[in-house]
């Protein structure tokens, strides 16, 4: 029996403070987050981070909570019941790898059903040691600890898939063409790494640049001529970071006469605080503050019926 499983990062279990503590406790401990010496960071992490972080970081999660709960969470239970349905020879499950349910529990439920083919599917189009790695490290150390090995295949990159381009260009192309002032810059934003060699940071920029190319491409196929800019967002701690920043970006756009902006963001699959919030409030507000008059963003996949299309494709369906 096939089995597919479907991961993401994951989300406090509330905005209570000790919630955002416990995740960010187990999140900001990875070394493949934060690379620094552990006998320097764990220190700094427990000492400093999260006796502040949780209660700053609950106050912005209360304000993009929904009835559901998380965004993330709720949107990728939902992509996971799109694909349950679309996929019925398909055991289908979905886990977080800093959260619940976890991919280790994830695996030995396929294991207790029998499943002995499986594909563990990162929602994540372009690869970091930090998203990517991460999950690989938990799915492999699971299986080092198993007697049953089943045939094991882990969905790495895929920043060109059509589907994925596609429907990020016809969304832009929507907005663009909608009610209101049309946008004068195009701006793809993509989860920010830090510029050291650990976190692989060119073969991502390079990647990012991939999708971003193929958009803009397809863009141009549907009669948007709107320039379109590369930019990187939600930098955490010291230390320089893929630039352009967004925000700084987003800031210096109207001493530029840019005074209409359209965002979208290729690398996450689901809305999440670093849309929400990150960029509907502090960008927005950056941009706002400077100047700018018409912010507009583009929605990540959420739970559009494209990511069975995406999906079926990565798996050769």
Known sequence: ???????????????????????????????RVVDFPRAVWLPILHGIVLRVRPRKSGAIYK?????EGSPLVVYTKRQHQLLKEA??????KYAMTYTRPSINSALRAFEDEGVDDVTVLPLYAQTTPSSTGAVVD????????QEHHPHLRIVGKWPTQP???NWHAKQIADRVRGEGPAPQMILLSYHGVPQRAAHKPEGYRQECLETSSAI???LRQLGVDVPVLTTFQSKFGPGKWLG???????ASLPGRGITSVLIATPAFISDCIETVDELDVLNQNAFKEAGGQ??????????DPVIVDIVKDLLGE
């Open 1 to 31: 029996m096939r089995g597919l499983l479907i991961v993401n990062l994951g989300s406090p279990d509330s905005p209570a403070p000790s919630d955002v503590r416990t995740f960010l406790a187990k999140f900001l401990s990875d070394p």
């Open 63 to 67: 304000t993009i909570w929904t009835p």
């Open 87 to 92: 996929l019925p020879d398909w055991n289908v």
């Open 138 to 145: 938990q799915v492999l150390d699971f299986y080092r600890s």
């Open 163 to 165: 589907d994925y381009v």
């Open 216 to 218: 803009e491409s397809q």
């Open 244 to 250: 352009p920043a967004t925000i700084d970006t987003m």
């Open 294 to 303: 018409h912010y507009q963003r583009v929605a990540p996949i959420n739970d």
